[in-house]
């Protein structure tokens, strides 16, 4: 036992030092008396421990067809004395109250002061009673991660409000396809459970180097952390603006080496246009799908394999809004250079209505949420949820119909909606039949809309 606990701590400080030299191995062989792993683990964990917030959320949403308000908790770790909580997008994504359980007891109401779907983090501020600072973690630096080095997950997994879990980190730059916008993740073996989103990647030095966001267990456990050098910019660009101020360009990247695809293109250095969005600055720049990007702004830009592919886009995402920036690019064999002139992004994701007695809700198109809709209608609205049982499912509405006009009123917004719809439950009386017209998989349909039942009250 006393052979294994030594060769534990040799394991252990090696990956606290990391691959230090010569110098660095008689250091770790003159303290190996000194060093345990559980002195390892509980001088990170105490680092961070008190920093770790339990947070429970009440939010709306719309899915089911009406207004539903929802419990959900999560976790978030503090990382100012003043009480700014790092923690996921998805935890506080329509809050309307969060509340935290701080390390010691107290229970504060919070604050969200902003978010980015893109890369799923927020930022919230507690409510302190007083201007005495709160204990916060520090951001530590995760490009210095290896594979193999140990790592703890903590947060409230499961609802209950505080534990910490031990692993390594399995991968360092991990490509989630549809899920990797902006950053690669970290991979790690630690636990990470429902209820973990939000709570802190820490390192054996007691730092901060990731943001636990998402956990599966396929053949083994597996979890992935926003890593804190993403962490830096959303942090301060959350707190200085409220949101993260992305350019848009409407580039669709592929690297040169795409193996899920199949597709091999020539050269070594360059990127290669996938496709460029419809009305984009890309496109009306004059790139075209197979076209290889050598420069952006006078910046020689490569993505060989997928990996490669989140850092350019978090590139282009940085270009300063409405100011052109030289493309450099090879077209066949010729070498080009045009400018594209990059706007703000924007919202991600359209607001959200609902009508009750019609038994529905309705949600604004946007093009990077709703891209299948956005094809069809570029301003518009449509069919968010359907009740079941209710008013617009009896008269054959579905979820996904974009709304061309209600009642022989044009659609195109949802005060639109919202004015036609008061004045509709305001005569209900007198007529309880509304005509809608909608685009279905792009053919137009009228249904004819009965809510004289109120099931509400049923």
Known sequence: MRRFGFILSVVVLMACLGCRGVQGAASAENHLAALDFREVVQSAKDKVFPAVVYIKVIRETYEAGRKISQEISGSGVIVSPEGEVLTNWHVVDKAV??????????????????????????????????????????????????????????????????????????????????????????????????????????????????????????????????????????????????????????????????????????????????????????????????????????????????????????????????QPADIKFIRGEKVMTVQLTPREKGKVEGAELDCPRWDLTVKQINQFDNPELYFHRKEGVFIYGVKSPGNAGNAGLRPKDIIVSIDGREVKTLDDVKKIH?????????????????????????????????YEKE
């Not at 109401?109 to 983090?121: F, H, I, M, Q």
């Not at 439950?425 to 809309?449: D, P, T």
């Open 97 to 322: 109250q969060v509340r935290c359980l701080l390390y010691d007891g107290r229970a504060m109401d919070a604050e969200v002061v902003g978010s980015d779907k893109d890369t799923d983090l927020a930022v919230v501020r507690l409510k302190r009673p007083d201007s005495n600072p709160l204990p916060c973690a520090e951001l530590g630096d995760s490009e210095v991660l290896k594979e193999g080095d140990f790592v703890m997950a903590m947060g409230a997994p499961w609802g209950l409000s505080r534990s910490v879990s031990i692993g390594i980190v399995s991968c360092t730059h991990r490509f989630l396809p549809e899920s990797s916008e902006y950053s690669l993740w970290l991979q790690t073996d630690a636990s990470i459970s429902p209820g973990n989103s939000g709570g802190p990647l820490v390192n054996t030095d007691g730092q901060v180097v990731g943001i636990n966001t998402l956990g599966m267990a396929m053949g083994g456990d597996m979890g992935f952390s926003v890593p804190s050098n993403t962490i830096r910019y959303i942090l301060a660009q959350i707190s200085e603006f409220g949101k993260v101020n992305w350019s848009w360009t409407g580039l669709q990247l592929q690297p040169l080496r795409d193996f899920d695809r199949n597709m091999y293109f020539e050269g070594t250095d360059g990127v290669i246009v996938a496709e460029t969005d419809p009305e984009s600055p890309a496109r009306h720049a004059g790139l075209l799908p197979r076209d290889r990007i050598l420069e952006v702004g006078g910046q020689p830009i490569s993505a060989v394999t997928s990996e490669n592919l989140p850092s350019l886009r978090r590139l282009l995402g940085l270009l300063p809004k409405g």
């Open 422 to 454: 008061a004045e509709a439950i305001e005569n209900v009386e007198k007529q309880h039949r509304i005509m809608f017209s909608v685009l279905r998989n792009g053919l137009l349909r009228q249904m004819v809309l009965d809510f004289s039942r109120d």
